[in-house]
């Protein structure tokens, strides 16, 4: 899975958001660990494990 690719998507807003199964919860936070807009994307973890991930708002 390309996680940069999409990192990139969630940064420019071309994706809403992104939603992380448990399973690859890990696999994608290691790769958003090593993104370098990495404090332009925000994951809220729901119930079950489920993280969904989406640009943060700007404050303008």
């Not at 992104?18 to 404090?39: D, I, M, S, T």
């Amino acid at each position: 899975m390309d996680y940069t690719k999409i990192l990139d998507q969630l940064a420019t807003r071309q994706l809403e958001e992104y939603q992380v199964e448990p399973q690859k919860a890990y696999e994608f936070q290691a790769a958003l660990r090593n993104y370098g807009k990495r404090q332009d994307i925000t994951g809220v973890a729901q119930r079950g494990g489920t993280i969904i991930y989406h640009a943060n708002r700007s404050e303008t």
